[in-house]
C-alpha cells in the first residue's frame, strides 16, 4: 500500500507562483511512477505531469508547458510540481497518483492517489 498526500496549494493571483508537494508513505517510493492530475469544478480530471521511477523522464501536459516542472526526491520520498506563471484557468484541485509501472497520462492506469490540494488563482 501506498499513501499519498499533497500539500502547497492555496490563492495565488495571475502570474503568481505555487510548489505543489506530494509525500509518500508505505512501500518503496523508488518503484512508482508518479503523476499530477487536476480538475476544475464541472470538468473531468485531467493529466498534468508524470514523472518515471528515477526522474529520468518526465512529460507535461501541452497546456502547462513550459510553465510547470514535476520533479522528485527520492531521499524524502516526494514529487513536486512547480507552477509559475499561473493563471485563472489552472484552477483545480490538484491530485497526485501512483502507479507501479513506466510513466502514463491516463488517470485510470493509476493505482494509488491523494486526497487532492485546492490550487485558486485570481484574475
Known amino acids: 500500500q501506498v499513501q499519498l498526500i499533497e500539500s502547497g496549494g492555496g490563492l495565488v493571483q495571475a502570474g503568481g507562483s505555487l510548489r505543489l508537494s506530494c509525500v509518500s508513505s508505505?512501500?518503496?517510493?523508488?518503484?512508482?511512477?508518479m503523476g499530477w492530475f487536476r480538475q476544475a469544478p464541472g470538468k473531468e480530471r485531467e493529466f498534468v505531469a508524470t514523472?518515471?521511477?528515477?526522474?529520468?523522464?518526465?512529460y507535461v501536459a501541452d497546456s502547462v508547458k513550459g510553465r510547470f516542472t514535476v520533479s522528485r526526491d527520492s531521499a524524502k520520498n516526494t514529487m513536486y510540481l512547480q507552477m509559475n506563471s499561473l493563471k485563472p484557468e489552472d484552477t483545480a484541485v490538484y491530485y497526485c497518483?501512483?502507479?507501479?509501472?513506466?510513466?502514463?497520462?491516463?488517470?485510470?492506469?493509476?493505482?494509488?492517489w491523494g486526497q487532492g490540494t485546492q490550487v485558486t488563482v485570481s484574475s
Open positions: 497518483a501512483a502507479r507501479d509501472g513506466s510513466t502514463h497520462i491516463r488517470g485510470i492506469q493509476y493505482d494509488y
Open positions: 514523472i518515471s521511477r528515477d526522474g529520468g523522464t518526465n
Open positions: 508505505g512501500r518503496t517510493f523508488s518503484i512508482y511512477a
